[in-house]
């Protein structure tokens, strides 16, 4: 199946989106299943996660950079494409996102993927798309997905689409149903699977009417681009395939997928080991060998013969013949001599010199592997091992401008933490940055400062905020009143203020639920001073002043 690609994509631990559960593992499965069963070579897949380790020297890390350099350098165009996705996505003023795990919500157009932009490369680069999106929108405000059904539509692509809710999220995507559904159809179809047999194959799987104490899930929707395209098979024939050296490069998984179930999801992923070099670092150099009277040193095997020993063979030979012509001869034999001796050291020292950029590869690949969690403490634990190349050695100037980038995510993290209000996690990430790079580390050692600061006035706001809450007293709306003019202490930049607001609101609400209480029993006159306390900015204020209207008019006349 040469003419056939896969590009396999599963995030979990966003930068700054909750973490989601199973979709590394989902990727790996599809990956796994392509690569073991199916048996592609690995220069037809892609895989993409928190964990995957690089098969070459560029990056797998699901970054918006490394993704799109991926998309970008696509190969010659196949007949056959796959496209899986599982992580979040969203739509932005009208256009539909993927969230690679460096995207922020405050920045979506720069750090998102745009739907039709994906389409389009991976169009570009294929006669038969199909392309797999197993979303989860974090806004759940139900936008996400109508605009790609529409591009799906237009362009003639193929598309398995679903949108999980959060309880199907917790449930489904954890236990990976949809991916060990879409596995056992290519097992049962192989390439005789069609988007039709596909799309009878999953609404009969995943139907929650033959699943006993399972929810109501929300089936994936599936999009043709015709009649005939939907018969058509989405794996090209089978063809006898050659070994190659490469597939010993590519990642391998711990579990395999023939043991892999709902209940045994595939979690580790491990470097290949690299294949013990034939290099020989020792400089032993054997000449050629030649039968003389002359001195020889006699071996097990070979007889090795001395550039002295070589002149006086030769010697040998040229007697009779002109002296002049013996000794240019003789010239001729040395300067190859020692024409030959550089050129081998030179060999040899490539040869070293290849085996050593193997190792420091090496150690770069096992660097990346902490980034499994995006956490700070991993990222560090990422330096630790490039940290291991030493200078003037190969993949030095690589290992340096890793371990910039990593120190830079680590500040990022801290940034990020916060920006959330969590300053004790700040901080501790913060000090992880290496003074390696002067400008990150002092940087850092700034926002420690000032995250400090922050931290300490978080402390006594979270006082201000406890006792504020403890003049609450049941049904006296005074005591709210009081409770939340000791909240507007807090000024807004200052931690804990968006949190004094939501009690505000939520206390002010209460006071008007109150009031309106206390008229359905007939209260008008208390109801009405209960009223009083809802304050001016509050968000029921306008509602409760109309409601005070409406009481004062059933105020019997005096």
Known sequence: MENFRAITMGIEEYFHWQPLKGPENNAQALYCYFFQEAKLPSRQLLLLTDTSPSPGKRSTYPNRENILEWLNDSPLKVKHCWFFFQGYGVNYQGEDYLLPIDSNPQTIP?????????????NASSEQLLVILDLQNPFKDGKLG??????AQQKGISLIFSCRSPVYQTI???KGIF?????EALRYYGHHLTLTKLDAYLQERLNPIH???FPTIALPIIISPSLTASRQPLLPQPQPQEKTDYQAL???LQQNLHQTTVNQPITTLNLPILPKSPIQTQFKFSLPRQQSKGNTTQGDNQQIVTPTVKKQAILTKIKGLPQWLGWGGVMLVLIGLFWLIPGKIRQQLDLANQEKIEKNQLVLDYAKIPLSLYQASRLNESIQFARQIQPHTPLYGDARRNIARWSQLILDIAQGRATQGDFGGAIAAAQLVPNEHQTLYLSAQQSIKRWQTLSQQQADNQVLIEAALALVKPNQASSYNRAITTLKYLKMGEPGYNTAQKLIEQLSQQIYQLAQTRAKQGQLSLALKTAQFVPQDSQVYEKTQQSIKQWRQQLPPR
């Open 110 to 122: 720069q750090t998102g993927i745009k739907m039709r932009s994906l389409f389009e490369k991976l």
């Open 172 to 174: 489904s995507a954890e």
């Open 146 to 151: 109508q605009i790609t059904l529409e591009l």
């Open 250 to 252: 590519t990642v391998t």
């Open 179 to 183: 991916m060990t559904a879409l596995i």
């Open 211 to 213: 699943r006993a104490n």
